[in-house]
């Protein structure tokens, strides 16, 4: 109720004050130049009337008005630094999981390094195996080549001592020692001896 009759109260005033302006400026256009100095002093009071009034008037408007505004401001500045409070508190975060990083980094090249060592002696050493196993086998399998080898030269060394004994023999054999192995022969497998 209050608030109404304020602005009743500033328009029943405002509403006087820009007739009396308007009307003098009115006056004084019809009356020509005969008023001189009072008109100017006339036009200077209505202007400080007017603006008086206005300022009387939009006072409390103004006022609320720049309050809030400033109010706006304040809130606005204050989620600023919020903000800005939660930004560097971000920052923060992220310089320390970087500088982390960076030891994580260290951390994963010195163990990717130790099992690159790790790997490459067990390959070495699963190489080593294999040449061994290989050595083995190429051992085993000369050696049975060397038996089989000694084997056959034995038996074309028995063979060939066979047959030189064989020429040896015929050669030193006799007609009579012919007739004579015959007869053994004959007498052995008809069962006389």
Same mark, same amino acid.
């Given at each position: 109720?209050?608030?109404?009759?304020?602005?009743?109260?500033?328009?029943?005033?405002?509403?006087?004050?820009?007739?009396?302006?308007?009307?003098?400026?009115?006056?004084?256009?019809?009356?020509?130049?005969?008023?001189?100095?009072?008109?100017?002093?006339?036009?200077?009071?209505?202007?400080?009337?007017?603006?008086?009034?206005?300022?009387?008037?939009?006072?409390?408007?103004?006022?609320?008005?720049? *309050?809030?505004?400033?109010? &706006?401001?304040? !809130?606005?500045?204050?989620?600023?630094?919020? %903000?800005?409070? =939660? $930004? /560097?508190?971000?920052?923060?975060?992220?310089?320390?999981?970087?500088?982390?990083?960076?030891?994580?980094?260290?951390?994963?090249?010195? *163990?990717?390094?130790?099992? &690159?060592?790790? !790997?490459?002696?067990?390959?070495?050493?699963? %190489?080593?195996? =294999? $040449? /061994?196993?290989?050595?083995?086998?190429?051992?085993?399998?000369?050696?049975?080549?060397?038996?089989?080898?000694?084997?056959?030269?034995? *038996?074309?060394?028995?063979?060939?001592?066979?047959?030189?004994?064989?020429?040896?023999?015929?050669?030193?054999?006799?007609? /009579?020692?012919?007739?004579?192995?015959?007869?053994?022969?004959?007498?052995?497998?008809?069962?006389?001896?």
């Amino acid at each position: 109720m209050k608030l109404r009759t304020n602005v009743w109260l500033h328009h029943g005033l405002l509403v006087p004050a820009i007739c009396a302006a308007l009307s003098s400026e009115a006056w004084a256009a019809e009356t020509g130049d005969r008023w001189g100095p009072l008109l100017e002093i006339g036009r200077f009071t209505n202007l400080l009337l007017v603006a008086a009034v206005l300022v009387y008037v939009g006072r409390k408007p103004l006022a609320s008005f720049f *309050a809030s505004r400033s109010q &706006a401001i304040r !809130e606005q500045l204050m989620e600023a630094q919020k %903000a800005r409070l =939660e $930004a /560097e508190a971000r920052l923060n975060e992220i310089n320390l999981r970087m500088s982390s990083l960076d030891d994580e980094l260290r951390q994963m090249r010195a *163990a990717a390094e130790i099992e &690159a060592r790790e !790997e490459h002696e067990r390959l070495v050493a699963s %190489a080593d195996r =294999e $040449a /061994e196993k290989i050595l083995e086998r190429a051992r085993l399998e000369i050696e049975g080549l060397t038996r089989a080898a000694q084997l056959e030269l034995k *038996a074309h060394v028995a063979e060939l001592s066979v047959q030189l004994a064989e020429g040896k023999i015929r050669d030193g054999m006799t007609v /009579e020692d012919e007739r004579r192995l015959f007869a053994r022969f004959v007498d052995r497998v008809g069962g006389r001896e």
